[in-house]
């Protein structure tokens, strides 16, 4: 099991930028594909951005794709997702997600550990 603390979340203006980074505990971190995702309220959790254990296999969400950036530190046990251009829409709660796999993946049944969330509130 993987814990996952995620930061970096606030309110900014259409246009700006963010950084969310995802604090990890466990002996696991550095074998498992990471993954961020988003939910609003009423709607389903969906995926945005996923990073598999080396960092090389990167994949988004098209809605993102140009604008925003996942990466991760293994020797700092964190994940990032760089976010620029935001727009209202991309306001949501934003979760880290760890993988049970090695290989990048998109699914979310195939995340097995979760944060906490941190609000990302993108103002017009």
């Known amino acids: 099991q993987v814990q996952l603390v995620e930061s970096g979340g606030g309110l900014v203006q259409a246009g700006g930028s963010l950084r969310l980074s995802c604090a990890a505990a466990?002996?696991?971190?550095?074998?498992?594909?990471k993954g961020w995702f988003r939910q609003v309220p009423g709607k389903e959790r969906e995926f945005v951005a996923g990073?598999?254990?080396?960092?090389?296999?990167?994949s988004y969400a098209d809605s993102v794709k140009g604008r925003f950036t996942i990466s991760r530190d293994n020797a700092k046990n964190t994940v990032y997702l760089q976010m620029n251009m935001l727009k209202p829409e991309d306001t949501a709660v934003y979760y880290c997600?760890?993988?049970?796999?090695?290989?990048?993946?998109?699914?979310?049944?195939?995340?097995?550990?979760w944060g906490q969330g941190t609000q990302v509130s993108v103002s017009s």
């Open positions: 997600a760890a993988s049970r796999v090695a290989g990048l993946t998109t699914r979310l049944a195939d995340f097995g550990s």
């Open positions: 466990g002996r696991t971190f550095a074998t498992s594909a």
């Open positions: 990073i598999d254990w080396s960092g090389v296999s990167t």
